[in-house]
């Protein structure tokens, strides 16, 4: 077989990749997708809690997000497949992002950057909290950042669905398959190795692996420093109505949102308690222990809650910065990356697919200029610094 771009990784990254380059039909490439597992049901996409934000401080990582929520507002123009209407739930709530007094230098700092950018977000005061927020505890906070629109959560793994079926339907062919290693000659990748079809042949090879996205690295003899780190989410219900809730970080860094009639919540460990893993086993000590005391605190009502269910899922965790890794390498040139998003994929999938289908055909970035996160920024040891509330 032959392709013109291989893409190894399906999810909702990889997927929204063939779309955008199918979507050059002038271009007429042959792209394959790789993707061992077509249910998706263990890829980080459908164990993702689907939350999309504009509030960063890195002014491309807004950019992107602008770019995601005006793709989902009129998502079926976008990937409708004979007119079927595309509907992935995406939830408008806002993400509201507490903070103690040590916090507020940090959350004015970056309310500048995102007004700047064109960001609709609030500063709340403490008074402002408790207002608008009667469920919740402000005595140890002094404010807040609320995003008033293009904030919230949608259906990631109906996202990934989308892109995948107006991909297939452009002539992108998806191959149940698995890629185990790379072919090179000189300063090329010239095959992709898979264990039921054999050699593909290709001009190009998009890494989005996701947590293997290290593994496909070093086929082609590259050290990326992205690992697989383990993330909990629970699901609760609350028997107290808790009105007008957005996805709220709490300075503890513990999350919370609606999810129908119940809430998710989770948290993020600390380096030193976050080993590389692959598995699906839940902590439900973690909950116990550290979440609930948290959003019992926070949220008085949360103090009686019923724990309904619970998952596992992966973030392809870039080590250096938490950031994206994108674009060609700097001496295999048809091997590009898009890794490392390290929790961040989903929302940005679409201004990363537009970005990689862009340097492809065109050879440079022609909307968003995403150099910033470029391979070569690792081997130079210059992060990328996504400075966070919490």
Same mark, same amino acid.
């Given at each position: 077989?032959?392709?013109? %771009?291989?893409?190894?990784?399906? =999810?909702? %990254?990889?997927?929204?990749?063939?779309?955008?380059?199918?979507?050059? /039909?002038?271009?007429?490439?042959?792209?394959?997708?790789? &993707?061992?597992?077509? +249910?998706?049901?263990?890829?980080?996409?459908?164990?993702?809690?689907?939350?999309?934000?504009?509030?960063?401080?890195?002014?491309?990582?807004?950019?992107?997000?602008?770019?995601?929520?005006?793709?989902?507002?009129?998502?079926?123009?976008?990937?409708? @497949?004979?007119?079927?209407?595309?509907? @992935?739930?995406?939830?408008?709530?806002?993400?509201?992002?507490?903070?103690?007094?040590?916090?507020?230098?940090?959350?004015?700092?970056?309310? +500048?950057?995102?007004? +700047? &950018?064109?960001?609709? @977000?609030?500063?709340?005061?403490?008074?402002?909290?408790?207002?608008?927020?009667?469920?919740?505890? /402000?005595?140890?906070?002094?404010?807040?950042?609320?995003?008033?629109?293009?904030?919230?959560?949608?259906?990631?793994?109906?996202?990934?669905?989308?892109?995948?079926?107006?991909?297939?339907?452009?002539?992108?062919?998806?191959?149940?398959?698995?890629?185990?290693?790379?072919?090179?000659?000189?300063?090329?990748?010239?095959?992709?190795?898979?264990?039921?079809?054999?050699?593909? &042949? /290709?001009?190009? %090879?998009?890494?989005?692996?996701?947590?293997?996205?290290?593994? @496909?690295?070093?086929?082609?003899?590259?050290?990326?420093?992205?690992?697989?780190?383990?993330?909990?989410?629970? +699901?609760?219900?609350?028997?107290?109505?808790?009105?007008?809730?957005?996805?709220?970080?709490?300075?503890?860094?513990?999350?919370?949102?609606?999810?129908?009639?119940?809430?998710?919540?989770?948290?993020?460990?600390?380096?030193?308690?976050?080993?590389?893993?692959?598995?699906?086993?839940?902590?439900?000590?973690?909950?116990?222990?550290?979440?609930?005391?948290?959003?019992?605190?926070?949220?008085?009502?949360?103090?009686?809650?019923?724990?309904?269910?619970?998952?596992?899922?992966?973030?392809?965790?870039?080590?250096?910065?938490?950031?994206?890794?994108? =674009?060609?390498?700097?001496?295999?040139?048809?091997?590009?990356?898009?890794?490392?998003?390290?929790?961040?994929?989903?929302?940005?999938?679409?201004?990363?697919?537009?970005?990689?289908?862009?340097?492809?055909?065109?050879?440079?970035?022609?909307?968003?200029?995403? &150099?910033?996160?470029?391979?070569?920024?690792?081997?130079?040891?210059?992060?990328?610094?996504?400075?966070?509330? %919490?």
């Amino acid at each position: 077989m032959n392709f013109d %771009v291989t893409i190894i990784g399906g =999810g909702v %990254v990889g997927s929204a990749i063939a779309y955008f380059l199918s979507s050059q /039909t002038e271009k007429n490439m042959q792209i394959a997708v790789i &993707e061992k597992d077509p +249910s998706y049901q263990e890829g980080s996409t459908a164990r993702s809690a689907g939350g999309i934000r504009q509030q960063f401080s890195t002014r491309e990582n807004i950019q992107i997000s602008k770019f995601a929520v005006e793709f989902l507002r009129s998502i079926s123009s976008h990937l409708s @497949v004979d007119g079927d209407p595309v509907d @992935v739930n995406f939830e408008e709530k806002g993400y509201l992002f507490l903070a103690r007094d040590s916090n507020i230098p940090i959350l004015y700092n970056n309310h +500048s950057i995102q007004k +700047s &950018e064109g960001v609709p @977000v609030a500063l709340l005061d403490q008074d402002d909290l408790a207002r608008a927020y009667p469920w919740m505890n /402000t005595s140890d906070l002094a404010g807040g950042s609320l995003g008033l629109e293009g904030e919230g959560w949608l259906d990631a793994y109906g996202l990934n669905q989308a892109f995948r079926k107006k991909a297939i339907a452009q002539g992108v062919s998806y191959l149940k398959d698995e890629a185990y290693n790379l072919e090179t000659t000189g300063s090329k990748v010239t095959a992709v190795l898979l264990k039921e079809a054999g050699r593909i &042949e /290709t001009s190009f %090879v998009i890494n989005a692996a996701g947590v293997q996205a290290a593994t @496909v690295a070093e086929w082609a003899g590259i050290d990326l420093a992205v690992r697989p780190k383990k993330r909990f989410v629970y +699901s609760f219900s609350c028997r107290t109505e808790i009105e007008r809730c957005p996805l709220t970080i709490d300075p503890s860094g513990v999350y919370f949102r609606p999810e129908g009639q119940q809430f998710i919540t989770g948290c993020s460990p600390e380096a030193s308690n976050d080993p590389d893993c692959l598995d699906f086993d839940v902590d439900y000590n973690w909950f116990e222990e550290h979440i609930w005391p948290i959003l019992a605190h926070r949220v008085p009502a949360f103090e009686a809650i019923k724990m309904e269910n619970a998952w596992a899922g992966h973030y392809a965790y870039n080590l250096l910065d938490q950031n994206a890794v994108l =674009g060609p390498h700097s001496e295999i040139q048809n091997f590009f990356f898009a890794n490392g998003f390290s929790g961040h994929g989903l929302q940005q999938a679409p201004a990363v697919g537009r970005a990689i289908s862009e340097l492809i055909l065109n050879g440079s970035y022609q909307t968003i200029n995403l &150099e910033r996160f470029s391979y070569q920024r690792m081997l130079d040891n210059k992060p990328v610094s996504e400075i966070n509330v %919490v």
